[in-house]
Nanobody, 119 residues
Framework: HSQLAESGGGLVQPGGSLTLSCAVT?????IGWFRQGPGNEREGVSC???????YYEDSVKGRFTFSRDNAKNTVYLQMTSLKPEDTGVYYC????????????????WGQGTQVTVSS
């Protein structure tokens, strides 16, 4: 039974850093990161395609890095230079294909982890 389990959220000051982790029990799918800010719809943040190419939403380019450690069955979202507008619940998801930075045909979601950027 495939599962996704995120961890690593928390409270950080503007300009700070956090690294989110997502434990993946199946390699059958691609993985993407999404977030949902207060009062906003869930949006795609980053997607790692089958060729190892990573795509990012424009507002996080140069600040976020999506990486994968196959030996640990874990993917990471390293977030630096965090801004208050990065606040939200972050989700990892498993799906079929990347449409730029947005994972498509989602098959499962993680439970989400809260990231709050505030002074």
């Amino acid at each position: 039974h495939s599962q996704l389990a995120e961890s690593g959220g928390g409270l950080v000051q503007p300009g700070g850093s956090l690294t989110l982790s997502c434990a993946v029990t199946s390699h059958a799918y691609l993985i993407g990161w999404f977030r949902q800010g207060p009062g906003n719809e869930r949006e795609g943040v980053s997607c790692l395609d089958s060729l190892g190419t990573t795509y990012y939403e424009d507002s996080v380019k140069g600040r976020f890095t999506f990486s994968r450690d196959n030996a640990k069955n874990t993917v990471y979202l390293q977030m630096t230079s965090l801004k208050p507008e990065d606040t939200g619940v972050y989700y990892c998801a498993a799906g079929i294909t990347c449409l730029d930075h947005v994972l498509q045909d989602i098959r499962m979601w993680g439970q989400g982890t809260q990231v709050t950027v505030s002074s």
